[in-house]
Structure formats: structure tokens, C-alpha cells
């Protein structure tokens, strides 16, 4: 509601000083609890609507009042002197201009009835400490008048004794404060959920009415549990009777069903069991007003110890290994991970000291549950947050991976203001040269992989002896570990230069530009890899149509049709054109970085599938879509710049900006595409020199089948091809043992995202639940995501698994799956629109979406649970939504 408004302030902008609350994304600026909120509604969870006064404004208000240097000054228990503060804030007067900025926010909220003014401290509602009851909040505020005053008396609550008291008590320090105004709900009933209790239930406390009362502990409330279920939640005992008057509101089963989905959302979107205050309103509809850590949950006496919580999600990874994974492909992905990382930070300038810091958190950032590959987000997270901006590279990487929340510790060093800036000045030195040449690195990157491809050719491979296999798997890990910064370097680059478009693009024409512009100007990026080979067949499939003989042979069996092109001269022509298309293209598959799937080259009947349908169409080439779309996007450019022309300096430089920036976000991606076909080339020579090895191995009695080198890690590879391990003769019976358990593991459905103890792992039983995410139903028809690519189309929703399956999709079709990957490139020239459960702005569908043009919604949680039967539906990708018509 607040939104337009603010929005349209250019001044706001400037100052900082207020932001609306669904902008609420950096923690120092807004403080915890409004941190928090945003968070929530970004589950798709009602928030009441608000905005945020910053900490810009808290700090800008005590230098006004000549109050920031007693308080730098102040003890920590120097009690008196901060009661002499508090009267001091509590008697001071509000800016003209942040009352200016407050007073249209503030009314836009009381025009619709009263607010409530909380506070939201840097710190507050955090995993270390609650704050709970410390600083103040004011309800049924009604006037302007009384909301300045309420937000004194908010910040002067900073130096409340109590306060003091609670921070010495725990050694904390208050750096700043936010406070969050949002409206009242006019609640029939509310209360507090703890998410989760020792014995594993969910505690539900409520009381008719608001809940100050309960939550100040001044009345006794209702109180029941609920233990979680196969199909939802039951009251497990009443406890205390519910309050007159709002059983039939608290108790019915879709009421207890909608609590129990809360508890998990948020547990699961948060990070960890949490402490939730919420209200019905008197529509029926439930609304978070709060929700923080639990700081300590009460444990049994037999209660095994719980370490801290670590957050796993399959975000951005899952795009690239779809499905579980062997032990091969895990111990060269744990490596690869960790120097990616490592060697990023190093090249970028942070101090020995900083990488110190964050040792463990990068030789830790994937992990394996239920044999599939997650990233380990706390230990991510805690990397980004220890370099500068921190918050921002956090913001950036959810932005870029598809993932979601903010999680893990910022364990910076202790160092002087001195230091710090000579390190930024290092750092960006650094990465100034390091990005001044980025094409030429990319192209070295590309230049190691080719040398490595020819080198692995799978003709040279049967002729190399054991030892020479073994030292080109070496000089694979030593690619994947020390030779990639360059790769890392272009992933880097679209991430940030992305996430710098888009606040530029939101900021412009008075924040009025269209949601998803900043999308379409990405589209069609010109000389973008993954767009050739969809070329290359769509010329393929020309020649099909075009010859009669090979139009009948393209419609028997597809490896009949292979042994036919190879043996008979008739079709020599289109030989050429098939062999040269799997010589440069045929290592790009979907799943193509798993290593233990085929790729075309080894099995080419999978490619006559995909010509096979490209034949069935007859529309516009590849080529022609691009030019259409190219000149879409470069319409639209000049349309945004022309309306910053002209504009005051401020615009003028922001138009400037805006090229720059553009033009680097292209580029980024490009480069980025062209890395990641290495990759891809990568892998599949490594798949090729595991097999190898394991035919090798499997003729001196080590193995019993050569795809058995999968069940081993590199290093146990390394040590058998070299005579070295420790127990030769067992290895047969312990890749028969391992079999067996990632079959077991496989046979689970663990969920995309997932909080546990440090050093737990998920139950090892096929009664996992599918996911822990709830569908994203935003109506009883419409299912929410985040458009990666504009425009609206209609058609009907047809899901598959795996691009193999392509051959299922019909004339002007939806597609629908759980992820994509670069081998899925040539799927999406055959479809109309596009629905993808998993991935970000710059995951490959994404990209590939925008390339053709493609209205495309990603993240968009249990899409293909949620659509296998919907029939006819609209993909709307400049809203971010799929509407089922019928």
C-alpha cells in the first residue's frame, strides 16, 4: 500500500531514511525485525503492509542532536546516564526532512485505520539474542502526531534500563536502530507458535483479540499442540481450553492444517525453529506480525547434543546435477567447490586474515543428502558476508542461484578503520585488473579445456597405459582446482553486473518502469554459445523435411536411422552435416555434468529424437526469432534511455550508468555461457577417462564392471591405478556395498530446502516428504514465482523429467520441469512458454528463455506436481505467475 508512494520519492533514493518494508533486503539498514518480515512475506506468507524507518535516519537524528558522540562514550553499564539520554531522545524533534518523507508514507497507512510503531534493532530477533520484551513497540496509533512520537520513544528504548541490562548481561552491543510502522491488524484472535519444542510438536499459545497481553505475559492464554503428520496436523492435547468464543476460529482442521504449513514454511524458509507472533483478522485471514529465532529450545535430559544449525539447499546446484550422485562425481565437485571459492577470494584482494576467518566455511561448501548435492547456504553465506558488501553479495548470489533467506555468521576481523580502507583499496585494484581483460581470460579458460579435450580424445584413450590414464585424471583435478578462476571470474561478473541492472533499471523513470524490463533488456544477447547448436539443428531438420527419403527414414526407429545415415551413400550429405554437429555439439545433454549419463556422441539415436521434432515444426528458423527479438530489446533500450534524457544531472549519470552496466551484464553472460560449454566438454572427457580407467581396472581383477570406478572417489581411483591402496582385494565388495546404499539413498525424495544440526543428516527412510516447500498457489488458480522472462502466452502445460523426452511436446506447448541445464537448450526452441520449479535470474533456463524470447517463470515451488494435469494455462512473465484456465 505504502508501496507507490515511496516508490515514487526520489528523495528517499538519496536518504536512506525509508524504505518499503518488501524492499526490507539489508539487514544493517533496516535492523532484524524488519529484516525478518521481508523474509516472511517472501514465503509467499501475509505480512501486514508497512514501510521502515532505517537506521539511516536513527543515526542521522542523534548526530542532528549532538547525541552520537556521548553515546560512542557511554559505558555499557553506565545505567544513569542512559536514562539521561532516553529523556533526551524522548524530547527531541524529528528532521523537517525525514518528517517530510514521513508524513505521505505514514498517511497512506492511517488512512486505512491505525498503526503499530515496533522496533526493529540491529541484532533484534536474531539466533544470538531475542531482545524480546526490551525495546518498545505501540499499538492503535492513530494520527501522525502520535506516530512521531511513537517512533521517539522507540529509539529512545535503545537506552531503557532494561535494555542496557540485557545487553550487558550477554556482552552485546546496540549498533543501531530501524523501526518498522506497519498497519494494525484488526484481529479476532492472536497469539505465539514456537515452530518447533523439544519433543518435536509445535506450541501454540492464543488469546482473543490483539496479543500484547499475552505476549507481555500479563494474562494466562489458551494453549494446545500439534505434532506433525503424513497428512498435516492434529491437536495433540488442548492444554489449556481455548478462550471462549474462538475454538470454532482456531480449532477446525483446515485452521490447524494452516498453522502446521506455517510452522514449516517458516521454520524451513528461516533457517531454523522459530518463534512466530501472529493474527486472524476478521475476514479469517492469518497474518505474521513476528518471527524470530527460538534461542533455546528446552531440551529432554536424554536429548543427544544439538549443534548449530546448518542450511542446505539444492538451489542453482540442482541445475546442475538434476540427480543423485556417485562418489566420483561428488569427491571432484567437493574439491572443485572449495578452490572455486578459495582461489576467487584470493585473486580479489581480502586479507590473509579475512580467508582465515572463513577457512572452514569454504573446505565445507557442498554437502550430500540423500546422494544428492546441496549447497551448503550458512557456510556460503558466512563466505560472502566477510567480504566487504557482504550483504549485497549475499542479495546477489540468492538473486543469481535461485536461492532464498539469509543465513550463517559474519566473523569478520578485528582490524582498524585504516586498514580496511587500504584493503578496498587493494581489493578493488585487483579486481579492476582482473575484469579489464576478462575475454581474454575466458578465452585462456577455454583454451586449457580444449588442450585437455584433444588430449582425451575417447580414439587415444584405448591406447594409453594405465599410468598415463591415471596422470591425466591429475591433470583433471588440477583444471577443475587451480586453472579455474577464469571460469569463476565470468560467473562472478553476471552475477554482479545482473544484480546492478536491476536496481538501476527499478530506479529509473521514477521507479514506474516495468517489473521485468530489466529481463527483456537481456534478451537476445548476441553471440550467446547455447544458441549455435540450435541452429545447426534446425538446419538439420530443413534437410529432413526438404528430402523425401530422408523424411521417410526420420520416421522409423531411431537407431535404425543412425545405422542408415552411416552406411548408405545416398545420405552422405546429411552424414556430414549429423557427424559435425555431434563432433562440436554432442557432449551437451541434459544432465551432461553427472558423468555417469551418455552423452549424444555415445548414443546418437538420442539425437535423431530431437531432429525428429524439430522436422515436426514449421515456423520461423532460430536465426529469424533472434533478429525478431534483438530488435525487440534494442527498441526497449532506446525507449528507457530516451526517458532518462534530458532528465536532471541525476538522471543524466543514471542513464550513463545504465549503458555501462548493460553492456557489461551481456557480456558477463556471454562469457559465462562460453565457460560453461567448457565445462560441459570437461566432464564429458572425464566420463570418458573414468571409463577408460575402469576398463583397465576390470582387466586386472580390481573391479567387476568398468562403470565401477564411479562408486570410487579420485583419490581412491589415484591409489589403485598406483598400486597403493591399502585394501585392493576388497574393492569389489566395496562398490558393491556402496550400490546398494545409494540405492537406498536414491529411493528418497529429500526436500529442495532443509535446516539441520551441525553434523546431522536427513532420516535415511523413503517416508521423506517431497518437499518441505508448500505450493505457491497465491489463489485457487494462480501459482507465483519470478518471471525470468517477459510476456504472456497461452498453451497447454505438458511436464517432463529430463529433455530426452522432448519428443512428448506438441505445437505451441508449455513446458514444465523441476530444472533445466545447458543440454535442455534445444528443447526450448520447440516450446511457447516455459514453468521451471528451480533456478535464478542467471540459471541456464533463464538465460535461454530470454534468448529466444521465451515468457519464462522460475521458482515456481511443486510446478510440476501442480500442473501434470492442468490442461490449458497462461504463463505471465512480467508478473511472475501461471494461471490454470480450466
Request: proline residues 4%.
Amino acid at each position: 500500500m505504502t508501496t507507490s508512494f515511496l516508490q515514487a520519492t526520489p528523495a528517499l533514493q538519496s536518504t536512506g531514511y525509508i524504505v518499503p518494508l518488501e524492499d526490507a533486503t539489508l539487514l544493517d539498514l533496516v535492523g532484524g525485525k524488519a529484516h525478518n518480515l521481508y523474509r516472511v512475506s517472501k514465503l509467499g506468507l501475509r505480512v501486514p503492509d508497512g514501510f521502515v524507518v532505517t537506521t539511516n535516519a536513527f543515526d542521522a537524528h542523534l548526530e542532528e542532536n549532538d547525541l552520537a558522540v556521548r553515546i560512542r562514550a557511554l559505558s555499557l553499564h553506565d545505567q544513569q546516564l542512559s536514562a539521561r539520554i532516553h529523556d533526551l531522545i524522548v524530547n527531541t524533534s524529528l528532521s523537517s526532512l525525514l518528517r517530510d518523507l514521513l508524513a505521505p508514507a505514514a498517511e497512506e497507512l492511517l488512512d486505512h485505520g491505525p498503526v503499530v510503531v515496533r522496533s526493529s534493532a540491529v541484532g533484534e530477533d536474531s539466533a544470538r539474542a531475542s531482545f524480546a520484551g526490551q525495546l518498545d513497540s505501540f499499538l492503535h496509533v492513530r494520527t501522525l502526531a502520535g506516530l512521531e512520537n511513537a517512533l521517539l520513544a522507540c529509539w529512545a528504548s535503545c537506552w531503557s534500563e532494561r535494555a542496557i541490562a540485557y545487553r550487558a548481561a550477554r556482552g552485546l552491543e546496540m549498533t543501531s536502530m530501524g523501526v518498522v510502522i506497519q498497519t494494525q491488524v484488526d484481529a479476532l484472535a492472536s497469539g505465539v507458535l514456537f515452530t518447533r519444542t523439544a519433543e518435536g510438536t509445535i506450541l501454540v499459545e492464543h488469546t482473543s483479540g490483539l496479543g500484547d497481553a499475552l505476549v507481555s505475559g500479563a494474562i494466562n492464554p489458551g494453549r494446545f499442540v500439534l505434532r506433525r503428520t503424513g497428512d498435516g496436523v492434529c491437536v495433540l492435547s488442548g492444554g489449556e481450553r481455548p478462550i471462549e468464543n474462538i475454538e470454532n476460529l482456531l480449532l477446525s482442521r483446515a485452521r490447524l492444517t494452516e498453522l502446521g504449513r506455517l510452522a514449516a514454511t517458516l521454520e524451513e524458509g528461516l533457517g531454523g525453529p522459530q518463534d512466530v507472533e501472529w493474527a486472524i483478522d476478521r475476514s479469517g485471514s492469518l497474518y505474521v506480525v513476528q518471527s524470530r529465532p527460538i534461542t533455546a529450545i528446552p531440551a529432554a535430559s536424554t536429548a543427544k547434543p544439538v549443534g548449530p544449525p546448518v542450511r542446505w539447499s539444492d538451489a542453482n546446484v540442482n541445475e546442475n546435477f538434476p540427480a543423485p550422485i556417485s562418489p566420483f562425481l561428488y569427491s571432484i565437485a567437493s574439491a572443485g567447490y572449495a578452490h572455486y571459492f578459495l582461489n576467487l577470494v584470493r585473486a580479489c584482494g581480502l586479507s590473509k586474515q579475512r580467508i582465515a576467518a572463513m577457512d572452514d566455511a569454504l573446505r565445507h561448501i557442498i554437502g550430500v543428502h540423500g546422494a544428492r548435492m546441496y549447497y551448503n547456504l550458512t557456510n556460503i553465506h558466512t563466505v560472502l558476508r566477510n567480504a566487504p558488501f557482504g550483504d549485497a553479495l549475499v542479495a546477489a548470489f540468492n538473486n543469481f542461484t535461485g536461492a532464498g533467506g539469509s543465513f550463517g555468521s559474519t566473523p569478520r576481523p578485528s582490524t582498524s578503520r585504516l586498514r580496511e580502507l587500504v584493503e578496498l583499496a587493494v581489493m578493488a585494484a585487483k579486481v579492476g585488473w582482473l575484469y579489464l581483460f576478462l575475454g581474454r581470460r575466458v578465452a585462456s579458460f577455454e583454451r586449457t579445456v580444449d588442450d585437455f579435450a584433444e588430449r582425451t580424445e575417447p580414439h587415444r584413450l584405448a591406447t594409453l597405459t594405465l599410468s598415463e590414464l591415471r596422470l591425466l585424471l591429475n591433470d583433471l583435478m588440477d583444471i577443475r582446482c587451480h586453472r579455474w578462476l577464469n571460469a569463476s571470474l565470468a560467473d562472478a561478473a553476471s552475477m554482479v553486473c545482473y544484480s546492478m541492472l536491476r536496481r538501476l533499471v527499478e530506479q529509473s523513470n521514477g521507479g514506474k518502469a516495468p517489473k521485468a524490463l530489466h529481463n527483456t533488456l537481456l534478451k537476445a544477447i548476441p553471440q550467446l554459445v547455447s544458441g549455435e547448436p540450435v541452429q545447426q539443428l534446425w538446419e538439420l531438420s530443413r534437410a529432413v523435411r526438404n528430402d523425401a527419403a530422408l523424411h521417410t527414414l526420420f520416421k522409423g526407429d531411431a537407431e535404425t536411422v543412425v545405422n542408415q545415415i552411416a552406411l548408405n551413400p545416398q545420405f552422405a550429405g546429411f552424414r556430414a552435416g549429423f557427424d559435425q554437429y555431434l563432433q562440436r555439439w554432442g557432449f551437451r545433454c541434459s544432465a551432461e555434468l553427472m558423468l555417469t549419463v551418455p552423452s549424444f556422441q555415445e548414443q546418437p539415436a538420442l539425437l535423431v529424437e530431437t531432429i525428429r521434432a524439430y522436422a515436426d515444426r514449421d515456423r520461423e528458423s532460430p536465426a529469424a526469432a533472434l533478429s525478431r527479438h534483438l530488435a525487440e530489446r534494442e527498441q526497449e533500450t532506446r525507449n528507457l534511455l530516451r526517458q532518462l534524457r534530458g532528465r536532471p544531472p541525476a538522471r543524466s549519470l543514471r542513464a550513463a550508468a545504465l549503458r555501462i552496466v548493460l553492456r557489461c551484464t551481456q557480456a558477463a553472460i556471454a562469457y559465462r555461457e562460453r565457460a560453461r560449454l567448457k565445462q560441459a566438454l570437461l566432464y564429458s572427457r572425464c566420463r570418458r577417462l573414468a571409463l577408460a580407467l575402469g576398463d583397465q581396472l576390470t582387466a586386472r581383477g580390481h573391479l567387476a564392471e568398468r562403470d565401477d570406478t564411479f562408486w570410487l572417489t579420485v583419490s581412491e581411483v589415484d591409489e589403485l591405478a598406483a598400486g597403493r591402496a591399502m585394501f585392493p582385494h576388497d574393492v569389489q565388495e566395496l562398490t558393491a556395498m556402496r550400490k546398494r546404499a545409494h540405492e537406498q539413498l536414491s529411493a528418497t525424495q529429500p526436500p529442495n530446502n532443509f535446516t539441520l544440526p551441525e553434523g546431522e543428516y536427513l532420516p535415511l527412510s523413503v517416508d521423506l516428504p517431497v518437499s518441505q516447500d508448500e505450493p505457491a498457489f497465491s489463489g485457487s488458480r494462480t501459482l507465483r514465482g519470478v518471471g525470468a522472462c517477459g510476456g504472456c502466452v497461452v498453451g497447454r502445460a505438458v511436464v517432463l523429467r529430463d529433455a530426452s523426452e522432448a519428443g512428448r511436446l506438441g505445437t505451441d506447448d508449455i513446458l514444465i520441469t523441476r530444472q533445466t541445464d545447458p543440454g535442455w537448450a534445444s528443447v526450448f526452441f520447440l516450446i511457447k512458454g516455459l514453468v521451471i520449479e528451480r533456478g535464478g535470474m542467471l540459471s541456464h533456463g533463464a538465460i535461454v528463455a530470454r534468448e529466444f524470447g521465451i515468457p519464462c517463470v522460475v521458482g515456481v515451488q511443486n510446478a510440476a506436481r501442480e500442473l501434470s494435469d492442468a490442461g490449458q494455462i497462461e504463463v505471465d512473465g512480467d508478473q511472475g505467475e501461471v494461471h490454470v484456465l480450466n
